[in-house]
Protein backbone atom coordinates (compact mmCIF):
# COMPACT_ATOMS: atom_id res chain seq x y z
CA UNK A 1 0.00 0.00 0.00
CA UNK A 2 1.22 3.52 -0.72
CA UNK A 3 2.05 5.11 1.99
CA UNK A 4 0.09 8.25 2.49
CA UNK A 5 1.77 11.40 1.12
CA UNK A 6 1.82 14.20 4.07
CA UNK A 7 1.02 17.64 3.02
CA UNK A 8 3.67 19.63 3.33
CA UNK A 9 2.43 23.29 5.17
CA UNK A 10 5.53 25.48 4.85
CA UNK A 11 5.88 26.63 8.77
CA UNK A 12 6.52 30.16 9.10
CA UNK A 13 8.15 30.27 12.46
CA UNK A 14 7.04 33.51 15.02
CA UNK A 15 10.21 32.11 17.37
CA UNK A 16 11.92 35.01 18.55
CA UNK A 17 15.33 35.05 17.46
CA UNK A 18 18.65 35.65 19.98
CA UNK A 19 22.32 36.24 18.78
CA UNK A 20 24.54 35.06 21.72
CA UNK A 21 27.99 35.90 21.28
CA UNK A 22 30.36 33.72 23.50
CA UNK A 23 27.89 30.60 22.97
CA UNK A 24 30.30 28.14 23.44
CA UNK A 25 31.40 29.65 26.59
CA UNK A 26 30.57 28.71 30.20
CA UNK A 27 27.83 31.58 30.65
CA UNK A 28 26.63 31.67 26.71
CA UNK A 29 26.17 28.16 26.84
CA UNK A 30 23.95 27.79 28.94
CA UNK A 31 22.32 30.97 28.35
CA UNK A 32 21.91 29.10 24.93
CA UNK A 33 20.41 26.83 26.57
CA UNK A 34 17.93 28.48 28.29
CA UNK A 35 16.92 30.61 25.74
CA UNK A 36 15.78 27.16 23.35
CA UNK A 37 14.48 25.45 26.58
CA UNK A 38 12.16 29.48 26.73
CA UNK A 39 11.26 28.34 22.34
CA UNK A 40 14.14 31.07 21.09
CA UNK A 41 16.01 30.18 17.95
CA UNK A 42 19.45 30.99 19.08
CA UNK A 43 22.17 31.98 16.57
CA UNK A 44 25.54 31.42 18.79
CA UNK A 45 28.60 33.17 17.78
CA UNK A 46 31.99 32.40 19.29
CA UNK A 47 35.95 32.09 18.37
CA UNK A 48 36.75 29.48 20.74
CA UNK A 49 39.49 31.58 22.05
CA UNK A 50 38.24 30.72 25.43
CA UNK A 51 34.99 29.14 24.40
CA UNK A 52 35.10 25.01 23.61
CA UNK A 53 32.70 23.16 21.71
CA UNK A 54 32.06 20.56 23.97
CA UNK A 55 29.60 23.44 25.90
CA UNK A 56 27.37 23.35 22.94
CA UNK A 57 27.87 20.15 20.96
CA UNK A 58 25.01 18.52 22.74
CA UNK A 59 23.36 21.13 20.16
CA UNK A 60 24.25 19.78 17.47
CA UNK A 61 20.87 19.20 15.16
CA UNK A 62 19.12 20.83 17.36
CA UNK A 63 16.97 22.79 14.36
CA UNK A 64 16.33 26.17 16.68
CA UNK A 65 20.13 26.43 17.20
CA UNK A 66 23.22 27.64 14.58
CA UNK A 67 26.42 28.42 15.07
CA UNK A 68 28.88 30.66 13.46
CA UNK A 69 33.07 30.54 14.54
CA UNK A 70 33.61 34.24 14.48
CA UNK A 71 35.62 36.87 15.98
CA UNK A 72 33.15 39.39 17.16
CA UNK A 73 35.03 42.25 16.99
CA UNK A 74 34.57 41.95 12.70
CA UNK A 75 31.60 42.78 11.48
CA UNK A 76 28.60 40.85 12.20
CA UNK A 77 26.21 40.13 8.86
CA UNK A 78 23.32 38.36 9.94
CA UNK A 79 20.30 37.77 7.06
CA UNK A 80 16.82 38.08 8.25
CA UNK A 81 14.97 39.13 11.69
CA UNK A 82 16.92 39.41 15.17
CA UNK A 83 15.13 40.64 17.96
CA UNK A 84 17.66 39.81 21.42
CA UNK A 85 21.54 40.35 20.87
CA UNK A 86 23.38 38.63 24.53
CA UNK A 87 26.54 40.10 24.08
CA UNK A 88 28.88 37.62 26.19
CA UNK A 89 31.93 37.19 24.14
CA UNK A 90 34.86 37.71 26.29
CA UNK A 91 37.68 36.23 28.49
CA UNK A 92 36.96 36.15 31.83
CA UNK A 93 39.22 34.98 34.23
CA UNK A 94 42.19 36.64 35.17
CA UNK A 95 44.63 34.40 33.61
CA UNK A 96 42.83 34.78 30.29
CA UNK A 97 42.64 38.17 30.57
CA UNK A 98 46.53 38.42 31.51
CA UNK A 99 47.31 36.16 28.61
CA UNK A 100 44.90 38.06 26.03
CA UNK A 101 45.08 41.65 27.29
CA UNK A 102 44.50 43.16 23.36
CA UNK A 103 41.41 40.38 22.61
CA UNK A 104 39.71 41.32 25.95
CA UNK A 105 40.33 44.82 25.06
CA UNK A 106 39.44 44.67 21.28
CA UNK A 107 35.89 42.68 22.49
CA UNK A 108 34.74 44.72 25.17
CA UNK A 109 35.03 47.69 22.89
CA UNK A 110 35.00 46.56 19.06
CA UNK A 111 33.02 43.32 20.30
CA UNK A 112 30.21 45.68 21.94
CA UNK A 113 30.51 48.07 18.73
CA UNK A 114 30.08 45.34 16.51
CA UNK A 115 27.31 43.86 18.57
CA UNK A 116 24.97 46.92 19.35
CA UNK A 117 25.49 48.02 15.52
CA UNK A 118 23.62 44.51 14.74
CA UNK A 119 20.84 45.67 17.52
CA UNK A 120 20.54 48.62 16.26
CA UNK A 121 19.96 47.54 12.33
CA UNK A 122 18.04 44.73 13.56
CA UNK A 123 15.64 46.75 16.22
CA UNK A 124 16.77 44.27 18.59
CA UNK A 125 16.93 44.75 22.26
CA UNK A 126 20.79 44.73 23.32
CA UNK A 127 22.29 42.93 26.48
CA UNK A 128 25.73 43.15 28.26
CA UNK A 129 27.46 40.88 29.89
CA UNK A 130 28.73 43.35 32.19
CA UNK A 131 31.15 42.43 35.34
CA UNK A 132 31.43 43.34 39.42
CA UNK A 133 35.14 43.72 38.24
CA UNK A 134 33.59 47.24 36.93
CA UNK A 135 33.95 47.83 40.96
CA UNK A 136 37.46 47.30 40.97
CA UNK A 137 38.90 46.93 44.55
CA UNK A 138 35.90 48.28 45.45
CA UNK A 139 35.69 51.01 48.88
CA UNK A 140 31.91 50.24 49.81
CA UNK A 141 30.97 47.29 50.87
CA UNK A 142 28.92 45.47 49.36
CA UNK A 143 28.76 46.72 46.05
CA UNK A 144 25.35 48.26 44.81
CA UNK A 145 25.04 49.95 41.08
CA UNK A 146 25.39 53.57 42.22
CA UNK A 147 28.82 52.83 43.20
CA UNK A 148 31.16 54.06 41.14
CA UNK A 149 34.51 51.82 41.34
CA UNK A 150 38.00 52.09 42.39
CA UNK A 151 40.24 50.64 39.49
CA UNK A 152 43.49 50.65 38.35
CA UNK A 153 43.55 51.53 34.75
CA UNK A 154 46.90 50.86 34.25
CA UNK A 155 47.13 47.37 36.52
CA UNK A 156 46.75 43.76 35.46
CA UNK A 157 43.21 43.70 35.70
CA UNK A 158 42.50 47.14 34.00
CA UNK A 159 42.11 45.45 30.28
CA UNK A 160 39.29 43.39 31.68
CA UNK A 161 37.71 46.03 33.97
CA UNK A 162 38.37 48.90 31.34
CA UNK A 163 36.58 47.27 28.32
CA UNK A 164 33.67 46.16 30.01
CA UNK A 165 33.48 50.21 31.43
CA UNK A 166 33.59 51.01 28.12
CA UNK A 167 30.97 48.52 27.05
CA UNK A 168 28.88 49.69 29.49
CA UNK A 169 29.16 53.45 28.27
CA UNK A 170 28.55 52.46 24.48
CA UNK A 171 25.94 50.91 25.50
CA UNK A 172 24.39 54.08 26.97
CA UNK A 173 25.36 55.90 24.62
CA UNK A 174 23.07 53.71 21.97
CA UNK A 175 20.67 53.57 24.02
CA UNK A 176 20.59 57.37 25.00
CA UNK A 177 21.67 58.45 21.13
CA UNK A 178 19.64 56.05 18.76
CA UNK A 179 17.05 54.56 21.18
CA UNK A 180 18.35 51.10 21.01
CA UNK A 181 16.95 49.34 23.93
CA UNK A 182 19.89 48.37 25.75
CA UNK A 183 19.69 45.93 29.01
CA UNK A 184 23.08 45.59 31.79
CA UNK A 185 23.32 43.24 33.98
CA UNK A 186 27.09 42.90 36.54
CA UNK A 187 27.94 39.61 36.89
CA UNK A 188 29.21 38.35 40.45
CA UNK A 189 31.78 35.31 40.49
CA UNK A 190 29.49 32.39 39.05
CA UNK A 191 30.19 28.42 39.14
CA UNK A 192 28.95 25.73 37.80
CA UNK A 193 29.11 22.88 35.08
CA UNK A 194 31.28 23.96 31.89
CA UNK A 195 33.93 26.25 33.83
CA UNK A 196 37.64 25.24 31.85
CA UNK A 197 39.40 23.26 34.66
CA UNK A 198 42.11 24.76 33.74
CA UNK A 199 40.92 28.59 33.63
CA UNK A 200 42.48 29.81 36.49
CA UNK A 201 39.53 31.17 38.34
CA UNK A 202 39.11 30.10 42.03
CA UNK A 203 36.35 27.10 41.78
CA UNK A 204 37.91 25.49 38.97
CA UNK A 205 41.36 25.54 40.63
CA UNK A 206 40.32 24.50 43.82
CA UNK A 207 37.94 21.96 42.98
CA UNK A 208 40.45 20.37 40.59
CA UNK A 209 43.78 20.25 42.78
CA UNK A 210 41.50 18.77 45.85
CA UNK A 211 40.21 15.99 43.51
CA UNK A 212 43.61 15.35 42.20
CA UNK A 213 45.15 14.99 45.63
CA UNK A 214 47.25 18.18 44.71
CA UNK A 215 47.67 21.49 47.98
CA UNK A 216 44.82 24.11 47.48
CA UNK A 217 46.43 27.26 46.61
CA UNK A 218 45.19 29.97 48.55
CA UNK A 219 46.42 33.23 47.06
CA UNK A 220 47.41 35.74 50.34
CA UNK A 221 46.48 35.01 53.24
CA UNK A 222 43.44 34.09 52.00
CA UNK A 223 41.46 36.95 53.65
CA UNK A 224 39.66 38.15 50.70
CA UNK A 225 36.00 37.55 50.20
CA UNK A 226 33.97 36.47 47.50
CA UNK A 227 30.42 35.50 47.22
CA UNK A 228 29.42 32.93 44.80
CA UNK A 229 26.30 32.41 42.45
CA UNK A 230 25.44 28.56 40.67
CA UNK A 231 25.30 29.53 36.67
CA UNK A 232 21.11 28.43 36.63
CA UNK A 233 20.74 31.29 39.45
CA UNK A 234 22.34 33.86 37.29
CA UNK A 235 21.17 32.85 34.08
CA UNK A 236 17.55 33.44 35.14
CA UNK A 237 18.14 36.67 36.69
CA UNK A 238 19.47 37.62 33.46
CA UNK A 239 17.24 36.19 31.18
CA UNK A 240 14.34 38.38 33.69
CA UNK A 241 16.09 41.40 33.37
CA UNK A 242 16.78 41.08 29.59
CA UNK A 243 12.71 40.87 29.40
CA UNK A 244 12.14 43.60 32.01
CA UNK A 245 11.71 47.36 30.76
CA UNK A 246 14.62 48.24 33.35
CA UNK A 247 17.65 49.93 31.35
CA UNK A 248 20.17 50.95 34.14
CA UNK A 249 22.66 48.16 34.94
CA UNK A 250 21.75 45.44 37.69
CA UNK A 251 23.91 43.23 40.27
CA UNK A 252 23.05 39.46 39.59
CA UNK A 253 24.91 37.25 42.21
CA UNK A 254 24.96 35.45 45.46
CA UNK A 255 24.98 37.73 48.36
CA UNK A 256 26.34 34.65 50.80
CA UNK A 257 30.23 36.03 51.35
CA UNK A 258 33.05 33.50 52.66
CA UNK A 259 36.82 34.12 52.42
CA UNK A 260 38.51 32.35 50.00
CA UNK A 261 40.42 30.49 53.04
CA UNK A 262 36.78 29.64 54.06
CA UNK A 263 36.06 28.14 50.81
CA UNK A 264 39.03 26.18 49.70
CA UNK A 265 38.21 24.47 53.36
CA UNK A 266 34.72 23.82 51.58
CA UNK A 267 35.81 22.35 48.86
CA UNK A 268 38.13 19.85 50.78
CA UNK A 269 35.22 18.89 52.93
CA UNK A 270 32.63 18.64 49.71
CA UNK A 271 35.15 16.52 47.91
CA UNK A 272 36.24 14.62 51.00
CA UNK A 273 39.76 15.48 49.78
CA UNK A 274 42.93 15.13 51.58
CA UNK A 275 44.99 17.76 49.94
CA UNK A 276 46.44 20.57 52.24
CA UNK A 277 46.21 24.07 51.83
CA UNK A 278 49.11 26.06 50.96
CA UNK A 279 49.74 30.04 50.21
CA UNK A 280 50.95 31.73 46.87
CA UNK A 281 51.31 35.13 46.39
CA UNK A 282 48.38 37.67 46.16
CA UNK A 283 48.38 38.74 42.86
CA UNK A 284 48.49 42.52 41.85
CA UNK A 285 45.17 44.24 42.14
CA UNK A 286 42.89 41.37 43.55
CA UNK A 287 39.77 42.98 44.91
CA UNK A 288 39.65 42.75 48.80
CA UNK A 289 35.94 41.56 49.34
CA UNK A 290 33.35 41.40 46.94
CA UNK A 291 29.05 40.99 48.00
CA UNK A 292 26.71 42.43 45.56
CA UNK A 293 23.51 43.89 46.89
CA UNK A 294 21.25 42.57 45.05
CA UNK A 295 18.33 44.57 46.46
CA UNK A 296 17.71 45.86 42.76
CA UNK A 297 17.36 42.56 41.31
CA UNK A 298 14.89 42.08 44.02
CA UNK A 299 12.62 44.59 43.81
CA UNK A 300 12.40 44.53 39.88
CA UNK A 301 13.30 41.34 38.75
CA UNK A 302 11.54 39.64 41.66
CA UNK A 303 14.92 37.69 41.59
CA UNK A 304 17.20 36.24 44.27
CA UNK A 305 19.62 33.10 44.19
CA UNK A 306 17.73 29.96 45.23
CA UNK A 307 20.58 27.28 44.86
CA UNK A 308 23.15 26.75 48.03
CA UNK A 309 26.12 26.86 47.60
CA UNK A 310 26.62 22.93 49.24
CA UNK A 311 24.09 21.65 46.35
CA UNK A 312 26.01 23.65 43.31
CA UNK A 313 28.97 22.49 43.92
CA UNK A 314 27.92 18.86 44.36
CA UNK A 315 27.05 19.37 40.39
CA UNK A 316 30.05 21.37 40.03
CA UNK A 317 32.11 18.53 41.65
CA UNK A 318 30.26 15.95 39.37
CA UNK A 319 30.82 17.41 36.14
CA UNK A 320 34.81 18.08 36.92
CA UNK A 321 35.19 14.51 38.24
CA UNK A 322 33.75 13.43 34.94
CA UNK A 323 35.93 15.88 32.94
CA UNK A 324 39.07 14.50 34.81
CA UNK A 325 38.34 10.83 34.30
CA UNK A 326 37.86 11.27 30.80
N1 LIG B 1 42.37 32.47 44.18
C1 LIG B 1 43.13 31.67 45.01
N2 LIG B 1 43.71 30.56 44.46
C2 LIG B 1 43.57 30.19 43.16
C3 LIG B 1 42.78 31.01 42.33
C4 LIG B 1 42.20 32.15 42.87
O1 LIG B 1 43.30 31.93 46.21
O2 LIG B 1 44.16 29.16 42.75
C5 LIG B 1 41.73 33.66 44.76
C6 LIG B 1 42.03 34.96 44.01
O3 LIG B 1 43.22 35.55 44.49
C7 LIG B 1 40.81 35.77 44.34
C8 LIG B 1 39.68 34.74 44.49
O4 LIG B 1 40.33 33.50 44.67
O5 LIG B 1 40.97 36.45 45.56
C9 LIG B 1 38.78 34.64 43.28
O6 LIG B 1 39.61 34.54 42.16
P1 LIG B 1 39.05 34.25 40.69
O7 LIG B 1 40.23 34.13 39.81
O8 LIG B 1 38.09 33.13 40.72
O9 LIG B 1 38.20 35.52 40.26
P2 LIG B 1 38.10 37.05 40.71
O10 LIG B 1 36.97 37.10 41.66
O11 LIG B 1 39.39 37.50 41.35
O12 LIG B 1 37.85 37.74 39.44
Known sequence: MAAKKKKK??????????VVTGAAGFLGSHLADLLLKKGHRVIGIDNFVTGRVENIDHLAGNGDFRFIQQDVTEFLFLQGDV????????????????????QTLKVGSLGTHKALGLA??????????????????????????????NVSTIGPRGCYDESKRF????AMAYHREHKVETRIV??????GPRMRLKDGRVVPAFVSQALEGKPITVFGDGSQTRSFCYCSDLIDGIYRLMMSDYDLPVNIGNPNEMTILEFAQEIIRAT????????????????????P???????????????KLADGLERTIDYFKRRIES
Request: no cysteine.
Open 9 to 18: TKKTSKKPVS
Open 83 to 102: NHVWHFASPASPIDYAHLPI
Open 120 to 149: KEKGARFFLASTSEIYGDPLIHPQNEDYWG
Open 167 to 170: AEAL
Open 186 to 191: RIFNTY
Open 272 to 291: SSKSRIIRKPLPTDDPKQRK
Open 293 to 307: DITRAKSILKWRPKV
